[in-house]
């Protein structure tokens, strides 16, 4: 039996980050992963190739829509080949997860493939698909099996029709009519992927605006923006049932008065979250306690209940976002070490890949309301922006929030071009913990998107935008 300092389950993106910091540190380390390629949800049927349909849905919507504005004439038809496009999209998958094997293999890290399940706390299963079972040991482990998307419970999936976020991402046709069960990113961001394709999209959500853990600011813009591109909404609505006849599915829901409405389409996409996924790991073989939501218990180190188990990503409270595990899988592998590092959860940005972007950092307006905290607002709309004009993307606006007495910036949300690049910038001034004033006295190039930054500072300083 092979021993190992530090045995890592699941090759996601905290799981491969916690390998690959435990072998930078001299610890000899082995990842265990389920399936035959690395990478975990987010490169294999999440972040990745969702992002490479919304660049190609984004590329084709503008060919039709503004290619002629800027002077471009094509002849002919242009078309979807939506084969083609999925093609792609698996393509740059395949070179994504085996640039993870390349890590791998760079720092040393022994790899596995077959589910990871405890035989006692220091020893590990590997069952693979085919074949014997192997057993390693480790000192060290590290829980990091991710999710799953998570359904209602009267819901059949049948994976053809009605379907989650990993089917829709390998449609053989473009759908009719898509209904959308949740208006999170998840369904955003793959319904303007087929918007841009030509389906018809209607959104049937429970709460009374979309995104709703973001600021409402960016949830009433974006609404704004997908309302114009032909998105149809159903806030406040409670799903009822989901049925299927034939190729036609009909969604039934009761909206706040309890009138019943019915939704009918060609396809429904259920994206209503995720949940933990810890099926097959035999967490009570190590003393390992899993909560009433299906997470693994940690305390502040990320230990679980058997304090040399360690658990990050998806499957421990928190965000379910992949920059956050990421920060969780080189946090555990540095205590492991023995050093001291620290995380500010306040400070994970949440970004939505739609078009305009959206990107939010810090607390929501919402949240300082309901904590009755003294503070003070600035904005200011992409559309004053010069650079926006220049590239026709003049939807969205920057919204600082700050400590009234203090100055001290609290929040930062973004919607528009780019900001999910930009939010780093936010990030950065509150990790410094800079003032509205900071920022504001900084200079940004010009023209850029950035300069929406500078302008909401300055708003949020006694209301000094230049451009407004």
């Not at 094509?74 to 085996?98: C, H, P, Y």
């Not at 053809?160 to 961001?189: D, F, M, N, Y």
């Not at 946090?331 to 590092?341: C, H, R, S, T």
Request: net charge negative; with cysteine.
């Amino acid at each position: 039996m092979k021993s190992y300092d530090v045995a890592v389950i699941g090759s996601g993106p905290g799981g491969y980050v916690a390998a690959i910091r435990c072998a930078q540190l001299g610890m000899k380390t082995a990842i265990i992963e389920k399936y035959a390629t690395k990478g975990g949800t987010c490169l294999n049927v999440g972040c990745i190739p969702s992002k490479a349909l919304l660049d190609s849905s984004h590329h084709y919507e503008d060919s039709i829509k503004h290619f002629e504005e800027h002077g471009i004439e094509i002849s002919g038809d242009i078309k979807v080949n939506l084969e083609k496009m999925i093609a792609r999209k698996n393509s740059v998958v395949e070179q994504t997860t085996k640039g993870i094997d390349f890590l791998m293999e760079k720092n040393n890290i022994d790899s596995y493939q077959g589910v990871g399940s405890f035989e006692n706390e220091h020893t590990i299963n590997i069952t693979p698909s085919k074949g014997d079972v192997t057993q390693i040991e480790a000192k060290n482990i590290i829980i990091a099996t991710g999710s799953k998307p998570r359904n209602l419970p009267f819901i059949d999936l049948d994976k053809e029709r009605i379907i989650t976020s990993t089917e829709a991402l390998s449609l053989k046709e473009i759908p009719k009519h898509l209904i959308l069960i949740g208006g999170g990113v998840i369904g955003l961001e793959l319904g303007q992927v087929y918007s841009r394709l030509g389906a018809e999209v209607t959104v049937v959500e429970y709460m009374d605006r979309i995104v709703p853990t973001m600021d409402s600011a960016l949830s009433k813009e974006m609404r704004k923006v997908l309302k114009k591109a032909g998105f149809n909404f159903a806030l406040s609505h409670e799903v009822q049932s989901v049925e299927r006849d034939g190729d036609k599915v009909i969604v039934k829901a009761k909206d706040k008065k309890g009138k019943e409405v019915s939704f009918e389409g060609d396809y429904c996409l259920v994206s209503v979250g995720r949940s933990p996924y810890t099926a097959g790991l035999n967490a009570d073989k190590a003393g390992v306690k899993i909560n009433d939501r299906g997470q693994v218990e940690v305390n502040e180190k990320l230990q679980t209940s058997t304090p040399h188990i360690y658990a990050i990503g998806d499957v421990i409270k928190g965000a379910m976002l992949a920059h956050k595990a990421e920060e969780e899988g080189t946090f555990v592998a540095e205590v492991i070490a023995g050093q001291k590092p620290h995380i500010d959860y306040n400070l994970i940005p949440n970004v939505v890949y739609t078009w305009p972007e959206i990107a939010s950092v810090g607390k929501t307006e919402e949240q300082l309301k309901e904590e009755k905290a003294n503070y003070k607002v600035g904005e200011f709309p992409m559309r004053a922006l010069g650079r926006s004009r220049a590239s026709g993307d003049i939807d969205g606006l920057v919204k600082i929030i700050a400590d009234k007495e203090t100055d001290e910036v609290l929040g930062v949300h973004m919607i528009g071009a780019r900001v999910a690049d930009l939010i780093a910038e936010a990030v950065t001034a509150m990790e410094f913990r800079a003032s509205a004033e900071d920022i504001a006295r900084m200079s940004h190039a010009h023209p850029t998107y950035a300069e929406a930054v500078k302008e909401a500072a300055l708003a949020a300083t006694d209301n000094r935008a230049l451009h407004i």
